[in-house]
């Protein structure tokens, strides 16, 4: 009997902290454990899932709104801000018409913009309440939206030039040892939400070409893209580990010395 209850203890105590971990580093996860088993020692046991549960609420609320930050700006900002920018232009009271020839400049903008924005819907609303607002990785994310978002005033004035301070900026990140890791974080993410893209367009195309004749990507049951939420469950599993791997190696080794 002993030997059963001490089983149990030791699973509840493996499960309790592989939560834990999930909301934060491994290493931090043994630690806070480690402190809360200590001081249930002479508190008791229902302080200590009293106190474990208000520490996995407190460090664990970030990821569900990060995740709804992420549908609220794919489903409703997305759209406003772009008849938004549209509106500002002009051309939301006329025809878009795509004529004429346009500068090679104009046209590697767009290219880039279009790649920076396609991810960063999903991206930046999501490191943004994930890993905080005053994070190194939240000020390059929003740096590179804000600087390829003029792509929706379809003026190639205008987004040929904010095409290339994003192009800029990207590589400048890429050249600092200070910005370096969060920028592959990012391009990482883009290449992944990429990979979503065409996997989600070569289903719908090659396997129900009748279906999706007239729409490629249908409204899925969250009335968005049928590519969007996939996007958004594919960012949520690999943001975590990706950011713990690149961003967090330094501080997980002073942890263990």
Known sequence: MPESISSARTSSSAISEWLLARVTDPTRAATILGDLTEMAATRGRLWFWTAYLRTLISLGWRTPVAV???????????????????????????????????????????????????????VFPYVTFRFGLRNRLTYLAGTLFLLALPMYTLRPQIYQLTGLACTLVMVAALASALWRRQMIFLLACCAINKLVYFACYYAAVAHSP??????????????????????????VMIGPPLYRWLLQPRSAKVAHA
Not at 82 to 95: D, E, Q, W
């Open 68 to 122: 709804l930050a992420a549908v609220v700006s794919v489903k409703y900002l997305c759209r406003r801000a772009v008849h938004l920018l549209l509106y500002v232009t002009g051309f939301i009271h006329s025809p878009i018409v795509f004529a004429g020839r346009y500068s090679h400049l104009a046209v590697f903008s767009w290219i880039v913009s279009g790649s920076v924005t396609s991810f960063l819907w999903i």
């Open 210 to 235: 009748a279906a999706f004749r007239d729409n490629p990507f249908p409204l899925s049951l969250f009335g968005m893209r049928i590519d969007d939420p996939v996007g958004i469950a594919v960012t």
